[in-house]
């Protein structure tokens, strides 16, 4: 299992015993307790204990990515949205940072990234984005037909127009960078307990806790991590959170399928490939539409053997943001609705959660992204 793995990982550098502790050795209080067990929650875990604070983490199930983590496993600035092309900006120095200290390492790889589009208007709106990147100092532009097919040559005989192409975008492997973060979080002096879901969260007049079983845990600050435990914990405290489903399916073929050359995003079609030479495919419907649609973009995955399909769920907020910083519920931070590229968002936004809960300035283009911006334009009308 993922965990045994990530167990004798982080047994290199402290005692499992130290690392990873059974229910019994949970303690009555700390300074952050983070809910969940993804890159996104590790992350958190980790950016708070290398900022001295005394952290415990409780994931639901396996500390390992989630099903939305590993759909696109790419890193990049150049989005379509300029909101998350500034947030996700450092996502890759981040990255980096983390497998460099990591003792098993972490699979960072160089690929690029393609956009293509599927219509005139698309190029035009394409275009536009590449002339944005050029002045923020990404490499990206813009490539004609031939140049698609020289770059991903299972592409070959299609009729696409143009696509936007950054050079330095790069493919993480989601399941090895969350060992490479619990492997720091746990260094750092995280505490960190897989399997133990959190029976409810509890609001008094002047704190906020989390119940185990009987067992009541206090934290001055209390990060939600994962949304399905999110909208359960706040559901059943006769609260709401504003996050809406996107249900997509993240399809895997069997290794040493063809070699992509850079990511590809094709409308909602996302594809990369892993270092065992599986291409992995996500889009908002099952596994046959597909399966289609990857025959449209090139036919020569028709004949590719699938080897997993696998439905999920990721949640966004109900404006297409994520809710990242202080709920209006005292002691409760948020880290949720990341949608349909979380990984990128999970490191800088663990960051900036981080300093938050220090005390210190948070990064400003998260700023949008407070779960509290509805009330506050609300407040000012």
Avoid at 12 to 28: F, G, K, L, N, V
Avoid at 246 to 261: M, S, V, Y
Avoid at 278 to 285: E, K, N, Q
């Amino acid at each position: 299992m993922l965990f045994n793995r990530l167990l004798s990982i982080v047994g290199r550098a402290q005692s499992p015993e130290q690392a990873w502790a059974d229910r019994r050795s949970i303690e009555e209080a700390y300074d952050v307790a983070v809910v969940g067990g993804g890159v996104r929650a590790l992350a958190v875990a980790n950016a708070c204990a290398a900022s001295g604070a005394k952290v415990a983490l409780f994931a639901p199930g396996e500390a390992a990515a989630a099903p939305d983590e590993r759909a696109w496993p790419v890193l990049r600035a150049g989005k379509p949205e300029a909101h998350r092309a500034e947030t996700d900006r450092d996502a890759v120095a981040l990255a980096r940072r983390v497998a460099r200290r990591a003792s098993g390492g972490a699979t960072i790889e160089r690929a690029g990234c393609l956009t293509i589009a599927d219509s005139r208007r698309e190029v035009e709106a394409l275009v536009a984005r590449a002339a944005e990147l050029k002045g923020e100092g990404v490499s990206a532009w813009m490539v004609p037909t031939r140049e698609i097919e020289a770059l991903s040559p299972p592409l070959a005989g299609g009729s696409f127009p143009a696509a936007l192409l950054e050079q330095d975008a790069v493919v993480v492997d989601a399941d090895a960078l969350a060992l490479a973060l619990a492997e720091s979080a746990a260094a750092a002096g995280a505490r960190m307990f897989p399997a133990t879901p959190i029976d409810t969260l509890e609001r008094g007049a002047s704190d906020t806790a989390l119940k185990i079983g009987e067992l009541r845990v206090e934290a001055k600050a209390i990060v939600l991590a994962d949304d399905l435990a999110a909208i359960r914990l706040v559901r059943e405290g006769r609260g709401r959170l504003s996050l809406v489903r996107d249900e997509r399916t993240l399809l895997t073929t069997a290794p040493g399928a063809p070699a992509i050359g850079p990511a590809i995003e094709f409308g909602e079609l996302r594809l990369s490939r892993d270092r065992t030479g599986a291409v992995v495919a996500s889009g908002p419907r099952g596994g046959d539409a597909i399966a289609l649609e990857l025959t449209r973009l090139a036919p020569s995955f028709g004949g590719i053997a699938v080897a997993a399909e696998e439905p999920m769920i990721a949640w966004r907020g109900i404006d297409g943001l994520a809710q990242v910083g202080a709920a209006d519920i005292p002691g409760l931070w948020l880290a949720l609705g990341f949608g349909r590229d979380a990984l990128a968002l999970s490191l800088p936004a663990a960051e900036h959660l981080a300093a938050l809960i220090a005390g210190r300035s948070g990064a400003g283009a998260f700023e949008p992204f407070a779960p509290t911006r509805r009330l506050m334009r609300e407040a000012a009308q």
